[in-house]
């Protein structure tokens, strides 16, 4: 063997190390939040009236909370893409391209707020739009406070899905001591 032959093999183990280490990496992330879960229910909701309720963003991450660099994998909310938001009189619905709705009710709705980082995405001075909710362990039912973030770069655009947010929190006021007990 020459010497060129014993540096391809060894940046090609390196290589597979690496991977190997992502893969196994994003399987243990999965498998511990895969039992998180909101609902999702196939039926008619009733718009908010005088708000425009369906708004088309970039759905960036959902992390705990109180660990915002820690992504979940929520079934439905794994990963980044454009995504359809519709705030209904009794739900919101997030709709990411290419996976399942996931509905967040009243009851586990806890705020809307901007803000400028979260996991692997840093944009100008509130420049992005969280949602604080609670998420359930299916398997525990131990519930779990959770923030989705989006990206609306449309200022205008940003300020009336934020306030469509608002709206809804207002017309379904709920503690986090109430939600998360």
Same mark, same amino acid.
């Given at each position: 063997?020459?010497?060129?032959?014993?540096?391809?093999?060894?940046?090609?183990?390196?290589? #597979? #190390?690496?991977?190997?280490?992502?893969?196994?990496?994003?399987?243990?992330?999965?498998?511990?939040?895969?039992?998180?879960?909101?609902?999702?229910? /196939?039926?008619?909701?009733?718009?908010?009236?005088?708000?425009?309720?369906?708004?088309?963003?970039?759905?960036?991450?959902?992390?705990?909370?109180?660990?915002?660099?820690?992504?979940?994998?929520? *079934?439905?909310?794994?990963?980044? #893409?454009?995504?359809?938001?519709?705030?209904?009189?009794? =739900?919101?619905?997030?709709? *990411?391209?290419?996976?399942?709705?996931?509905?967040?009710?009243? =009851?586990?709705?806890?705020?809307?707020? !901007?803000?400028?980082?979260?996991?692997?995405?840093?944009?100008?001075?509130?420049?992005?739009?969280?949602?604080?909710?609670? /998420?359930?362990?299916?398997? !525990?039912?131990?519930?779990?406070?959770?923030? !989705?973030?989006?990206?609306?770069?449309?200022?205008?655009?940003?300020?009336?899905?934020? =306030?469509?947010?608002?709206?809804?929190?207002? /017309?379904?006021?709920?503690?986090?001591?109430?939600?998360?007990?």
């Amino acid at each position: 063997m020459d010497k060129y032959t014993i540096g391809t093999i060894i940046v090609v183990a390196v290589i #597979a #190390a690496v991977w190997w280490g992502m893969y196994r990496s994003w399987k243990r992330r999965s498998s511990r939040s895969s039992t998180l879960t909101s609902s999702w229910e /196939a039926h008619s909701h009733a718009p908010i009236s005088d708000i425009a309720s369906t708004f088309s963003v970039m759905y960036v991450a959902t992390t705990h909370t109180e660990s915002p660099l820690e992504r979940l994998n929520i *079934p439905g909310l794994g990963f980044r #893409a454009q995504a359809s938001v519709s705030v209904f009189d009794d =739900a919101i619905v997030v709709s *990411p391209a290419g996976e399942l709705p996931t509905e967040i009710s009243p =009851a586990r709705f806890l705020g809307v707020r !901007s803000t400028q980082v979260t996991i692997d995405r840093v944009v100008e001075k509130d420049g992005l739009t969280a949602i604080d909710w609670v /998420a359930t362990d299916s398997v !525990s039912g131990k519930n779990t406070l959770v923030t !989705s973030v989006f990206r609306v770069p449309n200022i205008r655009l940003r300020e009336r899905f934020e =306030a469509s947010l608002e709206a809804f929190g207002v /017309a379904h006021t709920a503690t986090v001591k109430e939600v998360a007990s």
